[in-house]
Structure formats: structure tokens, C-alpha cells
């Protein structure tokens, strides 16, 4: 069992917003923004979209972002596209590097 | 360009072993930390190791701990797993990748196209 632990799905229409929590404790997310957040499409190499917990990469849409409350990481996309549809993982060191379990994003 | 690709992936009965490697191009390979990432068949992102650009540190998951060995090659810009004890649990896609400049080294920014190892008797 992951040590964050994510949504399996989440959906949303074109257009809206949707937010993916990854649950950690005081000890990793909560102690220290450092959440990292990954796209991966079916059958392709994954993508990071957010560093730090809110830095985006170069060529990252800033319709993604990364914020964090308490112990718990977000990842918000606003402006929800069908390319958005994919799955999700946070990451994080919590004694070792751990992802999070992922979450199914599905655009309706 | 920026590049990763990776090879060595196939089929290995338990208890073999393998070596995964990856090579890199268009950038300064010692200048990055790499790590290999796996991904078991219908399951999520597990990290497997990092290793620092010098290839002085290395870092790895409990589970493939005293059986991975994780080391590089700086003079031609290739990165090695070298797998030992193979159980039908190590089968997934493998992927190497850069540590991205401006986070921590669970932040990659450079993704290979994933080689697989397949477990089996």
C-alpha cells in the first residue's frame, strides 16, 4: 500500500475543473511542499507536470496546478481538455520515493 | 535532442538475472541524476533507484534492495541496472529517467520509452 494515497477516479466535462488530492502525513506532504505530480497516458513513458509541489516545467500547461493544505497535495486542471484524460500520480519521498497510487482522470 | 532509450528488457526465468540498460544523448549525461522507475502490468509507478551524476551515491527501494545494482558509465553516457534473484514480482515495464535541473530527484523531467522484463518459468 502506497504511503500517499490518491482517488482512483476522478471526471469532469470539458471546460471545468478538477482537483486530485494525494493524502500523505506530517512526517512528508505535510512537513514540506516537495510533491511532484506525473501524467501518463496509455502505454506512453509518464510526464511531469508539477515539481516542488507547485513549480511548473517548461511547456506545461498553466491550466495545471500544484498546492498543498495540511497533509494533503492538490493538483488542479482548470479548463478541462479531452487530451487531459490519462491517469495521474503524485510522488514524494516518505523515507524512500514513493508514487501514489494514481487516479483515473476521465473527461465526460 | 534530448533523449533516453532504453534495452535489455526480455524474458528470464525466477531466480536469473539482467541488465537493463539506457542511453542517453543530447545533454551532459554526469551533469544529471538518473533514476529507474518500473511499472508492474495494469498497476501504478514504483520508483526502483537513483543514482548521482558522479555514480558515487546510490539510492534504492526496499524491494529490490541487495538484489538491483544501479551504476552508470560517464564516458559513454549510459546508465545500467544490473538485476539479480529476479522474482515473478520484478515483471513491468522499466523506465529510466533524468532528474529534473530545478527539483528533487523525485522530480524527472526525461523519460526513456520503457524496457520490459518479463519474470516467468
Known amino acids: 500500500q502506497s504511503a500517499l494515497t490518491q482517488p482512483a477516479s476522478v471526471s469532469g466535462s470539458p471546460g471545468q475543473s478538477i482537483t486530485i488530492s494525494c493524502t500523505g502525513t506530517s512526517s512528508d506532504v505535510g512537513n514540506y511542499n516537495l510533491v511532484s505530480w506525473y501524467q501518463q497516458h496509455p502505454g506512453k513513458a509518464p510526464k511531469l507536470m508539477i515539481s516542488?509541489?507547485?513549480k511548473r516545467p517548461s511547456g506545461v500547461s498553466n491550466r495545471f496546478s500544484g498546492s498543498k493544505s495540511g497533509n494533503t497535495a492538490s493538483l488542479t486542471i482548470s479548463g478541462l481538455q479531452a487530451e487531459d484524460e490519462a491517469d495521474y500520480y503524485c510522488?514524494?519521498?516518505?523515507?524512500?520515493?514513493?508514487f501514489g497510487g494514481g487516479t483515473k482522470l476521465t473527461v465526460l | 535532442e534530448v533523449q533516453l532509450l532504453e534495452s535489455g528488457g526480455g524474458l528470464v526465468q525466477p531466480g536469473g538475472s539482467l541488465r537493463l540498460s539506457c542511453a542517453a544523448s543530447?545533454?551532459?549525461?554526469?551533469?544529471?541524476?538518473m533514476s529507474w522507475v518500473r511499472q508492474a502490468p495494469g498497476k501504478g509507478l514504483e520508483w526502483v533507484s537513483t543514482?548521482?551524476?558522479?555514480?558515487?551515491?546510490?539510492y534504492y527501494a526496499d524491494s529490490v534492495k541487495g538484489r538491483f545494482t544501479m551504476y552508470r558509465d560517464n564516458s559513454q553516457n549510459t546508465l545500467y541496472l544490473q538485476m539479480n534473484s529476479l522474482r515473478a514480482e520484478d515483471t513491468a515495464v522499466y523506465y529510466c529517467?533524468?532528474?529534473?535541473?530545478?527539483?528533487?530527484?523525485?522530480?524527472?523531467?526525461?523519460w526513456g520509452q520503457g524496457t520490459t522484463v518479463t519474470v516467468s518459468s
Open positions: 529517467a533524468r532528474k529534473y535541473t530545478y527539483g528533487q530527484y523525485w522530480d524527472m523531467d526525461v
Open positions: 516542488e509541489g507547485t
Open positions: 543514482i548521482s551524476g558522479s555514480g558515487g551515491s546510490t
Open positions: 543530447g545533454f551532459t549525461f554526469s551533469s544529471y541524476a
Open positions: 510522488c514524494s519521498y516518505a523515507g524512500s520515493v514513493v
